[in-house]
């Protein structure tokens, strides 16, 4: 999940906006001398991603030395040879049902032979759709779709064919664009060669002659331990730790490493993206419908929460707890989760202390507190402690793991309907009943205050248009103005339905515990099933669905895709984890078996170092990934010394 805070610091480099002339000149004021500046700081890039990337990072600035372009941009000049002025405006490709925004005019030329010519900064994040109007009538002259590259300079010909009425339009490419994905490109080989040199240590470690050699010059048993640990043995056992939600179990059944694995890849790549995720487009939300790499975790997060609740109560049941005592505790757990979120996570006391007029209530940790709550409460009602004198013999017993729980199932069958009726049936004001677009100038504009729908309107009548999210990511392409909480009322209840379907996942470990194929075939019986019924939802298009995948919205399609994904990639995990014991699930795990100091470490100490500092040239791909990935491993690497130390943060 992006950070919402940095948002509001780097939005004026993420949005599909076109900078105008006057913005345009006010940006060259700087003149040739940062020119030589920012070629100097490209070489210090250059130490981590490579010379080609210097190399590409300055040539975008060849064709116009006067023009200082920042990430995402392109110089476009566009050469007018008609005989009247043009008003030229733009799209971007993922604004859908959108209204064309005005990106300049270019005069007519001044005489035959010769053209008028007007020069303007285009995004690049995304295909942009450019229409030239004539001023006179406002009569569309053309349009030229083109996805411009990064640093690139262009040209477009405005002309007639052969001196006849037929207006041409043709973009030029005068330099050529940088491959700002190099970066990316590089940083995966440096952590592949990262874990290719790890493995091959881990096999030589393993050798029994280097054991005994080791052994010998240590002298003593530490040197075995220190062969065998973590890094050293992936199959080795380790003593039973307690869940991040849940209190310790005294049981002393296996844990299933693979569930941590599952949790610190969502946590990591989380703490990734909310770091800025190098500054990527797909590092980021969607600004409405569709799916990007941000708006997979979270889910993600909220599902495995789900698996670990329903194992974590069977052991707490087996060992003797009772459900009320349970209860409170889940209760207090919520509690001090609202708490931390509200009060530690939301607020940006580095801008001042805190204000009660503008604090935000929804937040990640709300959120999880609030679906933690219901979902464990659902199962402290259905939950057996004994499922070894369960018959598996009835012919009802392929779905053990549904009927034994059936009035959890009702439960949440009936906040769906609850969702679905507020969500489809609730008036709004002044907007259509069942919105669920974005508003500002998506649906030809006509929506513009209408932004999430019932959503929007239900978080701003309960929480008040100050203490819900005023920077939503739906600003980035559909210029909306009104506040919106990704993470509000409405969505919560079917975040309480994707914790569920995680829940379901650990029913399925827990009635066909070391029964491996069963595990598996089931986990994708439920994969299947959740992903047609998301094809079905979403017509298998981004927009043109029932009811379209959206993060912000929480829709129910982006549910049951998340849930799919999320089946599918804890059947990977789990088999080649647990089952083969491929992989000791390093090092994803450290993290998962800390998720919640992580987490709030992270949102605390964003700004300080080494988690960031000041960059030489803020307007690099390269150097933003450098510092995010830097910051991520470090919370990485603090997990596994604190695994190491036994140390673990329980609420």
Not at 481 to 491: A, I, N, R, S, W
Not at 599 to 627: C, D, I, K
Request: with cysteine.
């Amino acid at each position: 999940m992006a950070k919402r805070k940095l948002k509001k610091t780097t939005k004026d480099t993420s949005s599909d906006v076109a900078v105008t002339q006057a913005s345009q000149k006010q940006m060259t004021q700087s003149g040739k001398g940062d020119m030589f500046s920012l070629a100097a700081v490209t070489l210090v890039v250059a130490v981590f991603v490579g010379p080609l990337t210097a190399e590409m990072s300055t040539s975008g600035f060849s064709y116009r030395k006067h023009t200082v372009l920042k990430m995402d941009e392109a110089f476009l000049r566009v050469h007018n040879e008609l005989d009247m002025n043009l008003v030229v405006s733009w799209i971007s490709e993922r604004c859908y049902q959108c209204l064309y925004q005005p990106l300049g005019v270019v005069p007519a030329r001044p005489g035959p032979g010769q053209s008028g010519s007007e020069e303007f900064i285009v995004s690049t994040q995304h295909e942009l759709t450019l229409q030239l109007n004539s001023t006179v009538v406002n009569l569309e002259l053309c349009t030229v779709p083109f996805h411009f590259g990064e640093q690139g300079n262009y040209s477009l010909w405005v002309k007639n064919l052969n001196e006849s009425s037929v207006v041409n339009c043709s973009i030029v490419t005068d330099a050529d664009p940088v491959n700002s994905y190099i970066p990316i490109l590089v940083a995966f080989l440096v952590f592949s060669g990262l874990a290719l040199v790890s493995a091959i240590g881990r096999t030589i470690l393993g050798l029994d002659v280097v054991k005994g050699i080791l052994f010998r010059i240590g002298g003593s048993m530490e040197t075995e331990r220190l062969i065998n640990s973590e890094l050293g043995s992936p199959g080795r056992t380790v003593a039973p730790v307690t869940d991040n939600i849940l209190p310790p179990s005294p049981s002393p059944s296996k844990r299933l490493r693979s569930l941590d694995t599952f949790r610190g890849i969502s946590l990591v790549i989380m703490v990734f993206v909310n770091y800025g995720g190098g500054r990527y487009w797909f590092f980021r939300h969607e600004s409405w419908n569709g799916l990007t790499v941000a708006d997979l975790v979270f889910p993600w997060f909220v599902f495995i929460m789900g698996t670990s609740i329903a194992l974590s109560v069977n052991s707490l049941l087996r060992a003797g707890c009772t459900r009320s005592s349970l209860l409170r505790k889940v209760a207090w757990r919520s509690l001090q989760l609202f708490i931390i979120g509200v009060f530690v996570i939301n607020p940006n006391y580095c801008q001042g202390p805190l204000s009660w007029d503008n604090l935000r209530i929804p937040g990640v940790l709300q959120r999880l507190a609030w679906s933690y709550l219901v979902v464990a409460c659902l199962d402290l009602l259905v939950a057996r402690a004994h499922l070894d004198i369960i018959t598996m013999d009835a012919w009802w017993s392929p779905c053990l793991d549904i009927l034994l729980y059936w009035p959890a199932w009702l439960c949440v069958l009936l906040l769906e309907i609850i969702w679905l009726c507020l969500t489809f049936i609730l008036p709004v004001p002044d907007c259509p009943t069942g919105y669920l677009g974005p508003g500002g100038i998506g649906d030809m504009g006509l929506y513009a205050n209408c932004t999430g729908g019932a959503a929007g309107f239900i978080d701003r009548w309960l929480l008040g248009e100050n203490h819900i999210y005023q920077t939503p990511s739906s600003r980035v392409i559909y210029a909306t103005h009104m506040p919106y909480d990704p993470e509000g009322v409405l969505g919560s209840i079917n975040s309480i339905l994707m914790a569920f379907l995680g829940l379901q996942a650990g029913k399925i470990i827990l009635h066909y515990r070391d029964l491996h194929t069963s595990i598996v075939s089931r986990f994708l019986i439920w994969g299947l099933i959740l992903g047609a019924l998301s094809a079905v939802l979403t017509k298998c298009s981004t927009d043109q669905g029932f009811i379209p995948v959206n993060k912000n919205l929480w829709s129910l399609s982006y549910v049951t895709t998340l849930a799919c994904l999320a089946f599918v990639l804890l059947v990977l995990v789990y088999y080649t984890v647990d089952v083969k014991k491929w992989w000791s699930g390093a090092p994803f795990y450290y993290p998962g078996m800390n998720s919640i100091l992580v987490y709030v470490g992270h949102e605390v100490f964003e700004e300080y170092f080494p988690f960031r500092w000041r960059m030489a040239n803020s307007q690099s791909h390269a150097e933003h990934l450098t510092q995010n990935l830097v910051a991520t491993s470090c919370w990485v690497l603090i997990s596994y010394v604190l695994y190491r130390k036994k140390i673990f943060w329980k609420i």
